[in-house]
């Protein structure tokens, strides 16, 4: 499995754009990186999923470069609730493959 | 929205009792899996289920534990004999939508639920 590295923490402020980055370099042709979110006390929350290039949803984007040795978590214009933690996941995509929780980024939103 | 539903939330126990700890999935969902986290460390893979059997597990999950789905809607982790170090948060997961027709989709995304805290005396 894919190891990854990410910052332990980061702080921010209310209504900037916090980027996360997550290194992958032995990442497999078949695995695909995944982002979870989870708050305290709560079970990780799904954010999005890419292979490569980049991929947008209604809540962040996934920055893959080509070689997809890293990956950037792109979180615009954050609030107060979005301090949380966050996991980057590489694996394969095949469902009931397990996905291995690094140490995480814990994100701090300032007001 | 559908979600993953964890009982109990918490639950207290002496070391060396049985637990039970219970989810239900995702109705429509194919594949469930169990992860715990220890307070203040990273959530671990303890064991994916599809089609009524382990598909996979870590090296967490020993003997000590087990997991059935007694009927078509329950997820249970069993933890026999529970030892101190067993004290975590346990998260139910469920994933893989069975489409009509019976295709799958598979989108990735694991849909986790609440957890069950389980604290061993």
């Known amino acids: 499995l894919a190891k990854t590295t990410q910052p332990i923490s980061m702080d921010s402020y209310e209504g900037q754009e916090v980027n996360i980055t997550c290194s992958h370099n032995n990442i497999a042709t078949n695995d695909y990186i995944t982002w979870y979110q989870q708050f305290p006390s709560q079970g990780p929350r799904f954010i999005i999923q890419?292979?490569?290039t980049k991929v947008t949803n209604e809540v962040a984007s996934l920055f893959i470069p080509a070689d997809r040795k890293s990956s950037t978590l792109s979180l615009p214009r954050v609030s107060l609730s979005d301090t949380a933690v966050y996991y980057c996941l590489v694996g394969a995509g095949a469902a009931g493959n397990k996905l291995t929780f690094g140490g995480g980024t814990r994100v701090l939103v300032k007001p | 929205e559908p979600e993953v539903t964890q009982t109990p939330s918490h639950q207290v126990t002496q070391m060396g009792q049985e637990v039970i700890l219970r989810c239900v999935p995702i109705?429509?969902?194919?594949?469930f899996y169990w992860y715990r986290q220890i307070l203040g460390q990273k959530v671990e893979f303890l064991v994916s289920f599809y089609n009524n059997e382990i598909s996979e597990k870590s090296e967490i999950f020993d003997d000590q534990f087990s997991v059935e789905r007694p009927d078509g809607s329950n997820f249970t982790l069993k933890i026999r004999s529970t030892k101190l170090e067993d004290s975590a948060m346990y998260f139910c997961?469920?994933?893989?939508?069975?489409?009509?027709?019976?295709?799958?989709?598979?989108?990735?995304?694991?849909?986790f639920g609440e957890g069950s805290r389980l604290t061993v005396l």
């Open positions: 890419g292979y490569k």
């Open positions: 109705s429509n969902h194919l594949y």
């Open positions: 997961a469920s994933s893989v939508n069975l489409a009509s027709g019976g295709s799958t989709v598979n989108t990735g995304e694991l849909f």
